[in-house]
């Protein structure tokens, strides 16, 4: 999820951890509790500062490490031993338990987006992206505004966000079903489909959807169970050749493939300069696809400079690549 959405689950968490007798028991145990599910909240992403570096870096470990299993353990316990030390009256506890959670629903939250999580480290790196919530999904994030609000009038928080977080685990339930008619959908518009990927929009009705079978890649839009096919490529192996082979150890076209699972690709000459351009299918935006890796090389297969990540017109793109073609 977005930051501010992680930030209003945090601060809800705070608020039902009012259910808790030992938080209220004490109000320092509650100033502790609902910092650190705040914090906790927050703590996952701080692998952002990754992209200060560069695109690839950031594709390759975004909600990465950071967002396994062994930092859900860790996280809780370093942000309740330094809140511990600042307010030692506090309740330790209970302070990692409520910490724990927010931790914890932060990394389960963000399973839902097409973006994904490498939840199950150590045991796979595999992402898991389940794709029925978008990033920024207005209706999660305006639910708990009015939960917060409501609790800021003088509602008991514990009700109000029991009540809150039941009517979204609904909306949850209703995402799933939505996104499941959409395959359907997909599968009966494509009968020969070998894969189906359905990413969420944030329109609850609206998905995006990049789809193949074994002689094609699809990429369309859904309104509801209506489908809408936009562009249609013949599917091809990438070649296997000494320029793709370089290519391909560049850090930048080597992070791309480790993180896009549907992608076409383009060989262009221009001169003595070779361009390797690989394309994710998932993304399109006003008949542009943003999401790219670009590599070029010279005539002895020397990288010369190479790009990852959004781009949405050319000549952005080759400003970042410092490339006029001739």
């Known amino acids: 999820m977005d930051t501010g959405t992680h930030i ?11 259910a808790d007798p030992v938080v209220t028991s004490s109000s320092l145990t509650t100033t502790a509790v609902i910092a650190g599910t705040i914090i906790g909240s927050q703590a996952p992403d ?12 950031y594709i390759r470990h975004h909600r990465g490490i950071t967002h ?17 030390l600042i307010i030692p009256e506090a309740n330790w506890l209970h302070l990692w338990l409520w910490t724990f959670l927010a931790v ?34 207005p209706i999660i994030f305006g639910i708990h505004i009015l939960g917060l609000l409501l609790w800021m009038f ?31 959908s997909v599968r009966k518009t494509i009968p020969d489909t070998t894969e189906i990927i359905v990413a969420p929009t944030i329109k609850f009705f609206q998905w995006r959807i990049a789809a193949s079978s074994e002689t094609h890649h699809y990429v369309g839009r859904a309104y509801g ?4 096919i936009y562009d249609k490529f013949e599917r091809e192996e990438i ?13 930048n076209l080597s992070a791309f493939t480790s993180f896009s699972p549907i992608y076409r690709w383009e060989i262009t000459k221009f001169e ?22 670009v590599v070029h090389l010279n005539e002895d297969l020397e990288i010369i400079n190479s790009y990852t990540g959004w781009i949405f017109s050319e000549d952005k793109l080759r400003k970042k690549l410092d490339f006029l073609p001739h």
Do not use: C
């Open 46 to 57: 701080i692998d952002t500062v990754l992209k200060l570096r560069n695109n690839a870096i």
């Open 225 to 228: 169970r209506s489908i809408t």
């Open 8 to 18: 209003v689950m945090g601060i809800a968490l705070g608020g039902l951890a009012m």
């Open 104 to 137: 914890f629903l932060h990394v389960f939250v963000d399973i839902f987006n097409s973006y994904g999580t490498q939840a199950l480290r150590p045991f796979s790196k595999k992402w898991v992206a389940l794709g029925v919530i978008n990033t920024f999904d």
């Open 272 to 293: 003595h300069i070779h361009e390797v351009r690989l394309i994710d299918l998932r993304y399109r935006s006003n008949d542009y696809y943003p999401f790219v890796a």
């Open 154 to 184: 003088g509602f008991n928080p514990v009700p109000t966000f029991l009540t809150m977080y039941a009517i979204i685990a609904i909306y949850y339930i209703l995402r799933f079903a939505v996104q499941s008619a959409v395959k359907n």
């Open 239 to 251: 070649p296997d050749s000494p320029l793709v082979e370089a290519a391909l150890k560049d850090t």
């Open 68 to 84: 396994s299993i062994p930092a859900v353990l860790l996280w809780p316990l370093l942000i309740s031993g330094v809140l511990w």
